[in-house]
């Protein structure tokens, strides 16, 4: 007997942030129940194909496998070769987990519509925390956590290299979170909210996403950086005298 094939009916609007939202949330429902059938056996590889498919369903940031005429194209973990500001000869490489790549006829990529970081149970950021203005000397100090793929992702967004990407998003999937760790979370994405909207402080950007699968309210919870209210975590309230604003 075959396996049940992965659905995807779900709605794909015109407006490609929309679509891009769909996608996310459709993803991590599907991720979330494969975890849970999967339990240990759960990998970060389960979940980036289950991303990329969700993303090619859409057919706003290219279809996978790829069509060598198509305006953008699918990629797993293409290396990113970044420019450190105030070091001319010193480039660092980044590896994100997804990429859509914008094709011409000279496959010189450069700016690309979309770029996706993810984890499965991320560790959220370190106690030790650096405040300094190069992000790369911060990913360096926080190793592997959602703080530092957030801050890769404002490179991969921000940055004046040649290659550089519309939107970023960073996802994460848990199984559960204990009341501190979700406080933690809270607290981490608030602060690189406010450094997200100090970096557009006339106008912020719509193009930096956190979406992760939120057991509190047991379905997934998507936060743009680029609003002005801070980040209040969906069923924090239960714990903490914590105001929840709509």
Same mark, same amino acid.
């Given at each position: 007997?075959?396996?049940?094939?992965i659905?995807l009916?779900?709605? *794909?609007?015109?407006?490609e942030?929309?679509a891009?939202?769909?996608?996310?949330? !459709? &993803?991590?429902e #599907?991720a979330?129940?494969?975890? $849970?059938?999967?339990?240990?056996?759960y990998?970060e590889?389960n979940?980036?194909y289950?991303v990329?498919l969700?993303?090619?369903?859409?057919?706003?940031?290219?279809?996978?496998?790829?069509?060598?005429h &198509?305006?953008? !194209? /699918?990629?797993? =973990?293409?290396? +990113?070769? !970044?420019?450190? &500001?105030?070091?001319?000869?010193?480039?660092?490489?980044l #590896? @994100?987990?997804?990429?859509?790549?914008k094709s011409?006829r000279?496959?010189?990529y450069?700016?690309?519509?979309?770029?996706?970081e993810?984890k499965?149970?991320?560790?959220?950021a370190?106690?030790?925390?650096s405040i300094?203005?190069?992000?790369?000397?911060? %990913?360096n100090q926080y190793?592997?956590?959602?703080?530092?793929? %957030?801050?890769k992702?404002?490179?991969?967004?921000?940055?004046?290299?040649?290659f550089?990407?519309?939107?970023?998003v960073? %996802?994460?999937? *848990?199984?559960?979170?204990?009341p501190?760790h979700?406080?933690?979370? =809270?607290?981490?994405? $608030?602060? $690189? $909210?406010?450094?997200?909207?100090?970096?557009y402080?006339?106008? @912020?950007?719509?193009?930096?996403l956190f979406?992760w +699968?939120?057991t509190?309210i047991n379905k997934?919870?998507? #936060?743009?950086?680029?609003?002005?209210?801070?980040v #209040? /975590?969906?069923?924090?309230?239960?714990? +903490?005298?914590?105001e929840? %604003?709509?």
């Amino acid at each position: 007997m075959g396996g049940k094939i992965i659905d995807l009916k779900f709605n *794909v609007p015109s407006n490609e942030i929309k679509a891009l939202e769909n996608a996310i949330k !459709h &993803a991590l429902e #599907i991720a979330f129940k494969e975890k $849970q059938v999967l339990k240990t056996a759960y990998t970060e590889e389960n979940l980036r194909y289950t991303v990329m498919l969700a993303i090619s369903y859409i057919n706003h940031f290219g279809t996978y496998p790829n069509d060598e005429h &198509a305006d953008f !194209h /699918l990629c797993f =973990q293409k290396q +990113y070769h !970044h420019q450190r &500001a105030h070091k001319k000869n010193k480039k660092e490489t980044l #590896i @994100p987990d997804i990429v859509s790549l914008k094709s011409n006829r000279k496959k010189n990529y450069s700016v690309n519509p979309l770029v996706i970081e993810l984890k499965k149970d991320g560790r959220i950021a370190p106690e030790s925390r650096s405040i300094g203005k190069d992000l790369f000397e911060r %990913i360096n100090q926080y190793s592997s956590c959602l703080e530092s793929d %957030i801050l890769k992702t404002r490179i991969y967004i921000n940055n004046k290299d040649n290659f550089r990407f519309k939107y970023g998003v960073v %996802i994460n999937l *848990v199984s559960e979170i204990d009341p501190s760790h979700l406080r933690y979370l =809270q607290e981490m994405l $608030q602060r $690189q $909210q406010k450094e997200f909207r100090e970096e557009y402080s006339s106008k @912020p950007k719509k193009n930096l996403l956190f979406a992760w +699968y939120n057991t509190e309210i047991n379905k997934p919870e998507l #936060i743009w950086l680029h609003q002005e209210k801070p980040v #209040i /975590l969906g069923g924090i309230e239960k714990y +903490y005298n914590i105001e929840v %604003i709509n």
